[in-house]
């Protein structure tokens, strides 16, 4: 049987397309841990352009969404404070899951189970193309960021750390 390339909806595409975004379907073969990395090479795009979908929690355990640029890390003491949290860390991947209806390694911010606030890396907005997580492990879509603000309300921040 040959290896079929096709990706089924995911609600993050049925969510763009509902609005008539255009985007790019980019399946690649999903690696365990290997994140922007990975996809990046898989698909040869430089990994500054692949944006990961974060999904951390506030002091009193509030949801929201972080893009950030997949070689950079998010400091969270920057965002905390621009986003007047007093902390902001990570979700545990089983908690993320349940905000989002994602499992981690295929988290998008288009179509998640719950309505969180998301702040965007500002650089990310400057980019002609981003990648970001279409809904599904091994798959991307490509798209204008400018999708993020108008779809999601994205508020940009500035947060980024380089590893």
């Known amino acids: 049987m040959s290896k079929s390339r096709h990706v089924s909806e995911t609600p993050a595409t049925q969510l763009l397309r509902r609005h008539q975004v255009p985007f790019g379907e980019h399946p690649y073969d999903y690696v365990e841990h290997g994140g922007t990395e990975e996809s990046a090479r898989q698909?040869?795009?430089?990994e500054?352009?692949?944006v990961k979908t974060l999904v951390m929690e506030d002091e009193h355990a509030k949801p929201l969404i972080v893009l950030m640029h997949?070689?950079?890390t998010v400091s969270t003491k920057?965002?905390?404070r621009q986003i007047g949290a007093k902390r902001v860390e990570p979700c545990k991947p089983?908690?993320?899951?349940?905000?989002s209806g994602y499992l981690?390694?295929?988290t998008s911010p288009f179509g998640t189970k719950k309505a969180m606030p998301v702040y965007v890396e500002a650089s990310i907005l400057e980019l002609e193309t981003i990648w970001l997580n279409g809904g599904r492990r091994g798959?991307?879509?490509?798209l204008a960021p400018r999708v993020l603000t108008e779809l999601l309300d994205a508020k940009p921040v500035q947060c980024a750390s380089v590893d």
């Not at 698909?43 to 430089?46: A, E, Q, S």
């Not at 798959?139 to 490509?142: A, E, G, I, K, R």
């Open 43 to 46: 698909l040869g795009v430089d």
């Open 48 to 50: 500054h352009l692949v």
């Open 70 to 72: 997949g070689d950079r």
């Open 78 to 80: 920057n965002l905390a």
């Open 94 to 99: 089983e908690v993320a899951n349940r905000h």
């Open 104 to 106: 981690v390694g295929g």
């Open 139 to 142: 798959f991307l879509v490509s």
